[in-house]
């Protein structure tokens, strides 16, 4: 079975800029769940969404959202970036078939670099 | 919210075990990953505890739990020069929400 995709895997834009990353679950999976990793923040939880809706939302400001579709597949984007939000975007799919405990699964990550 | 905390740096010697520590601050996790970061990739998770257990073993991976003391813990047996990468505890009620230590860089020296 296919593991989670994350596209593009590496990104450059200038401050101002907005951007888009995408995210293909593994198949079945109807969770997904965006975090967002830096040097200085470590991991930190972005937001979760399932069967279309945000179920769960971390202490981010609103320039950052997502959306997640039919398919299960789920995209974040990111507006008005700022040198800040150069990090390594890590997406995970879980099954989540109404229980909170099953394991989460990772991509490998877009490591977005803001100039 | 919850505060877990980790070492950074981790060496040992190749054939020698390893063992990472964390601690976490919120008694209500029931469940407790360990998720391994090679460099350049993303997370594989590599075992998890119910809060209801105190030790669990897979294969070279030994995981222990003290509930009491918030505390968990990884051993590796046998470390091998593989291993090497950065390793996180994130303790979480459950998978929505995982909240992640800063991570431990194990490396391995020959």
Known sequence: ?115 | GEDVEQSLFLSVREGDSSVINCTYTDSSSTYLYWYKQEPGAGLQLLTYIFSNMDMKQDQRLTVLLNKKDKHLSLRIADTQTGDSAIYFCAPGQGAQKLVFGQGTRLTINP
């Not at chain 1, 109807?30 to 971390?58: A, C, D, I, M």
């Not at chain 1, 990111?78 to 800040?84: I, K, N, W």
Request: aromatic fraction near 12%.
């Open chain 1, 1 to 115: 079975k296919a593991g989670v995709t994350q596209t593009p895997r590496y990104l450059i834009k200038t401050r101002g800029q907005q951007v888009t990353l995408s995210c293909s679950p593994i198949s079945g999976h109807r969770s997904v769940s965006w975090y967002q990793q830096t040097p200085g923040q470590g991991l930190q939880f972005l937001f979760e969404y399932f069967s279309e809706t945000q179920r769960n939302k971390g202490n981010f400001p609103g320039r950052f959202s997502g959306r997640q579709f039919s398919n299960s597949r789920s995209e974040m984007n990111v507006s008005t970036l700022e040198l800040g939000d150069s990090a390594l975007y890590l997406c995970a799919s879980r099954r989540s078939e109404g229980r909170s405990t099953d394991t989460q699964y990772f991509g490998p990550g877009t490591r977005l670099t803001v100039l």
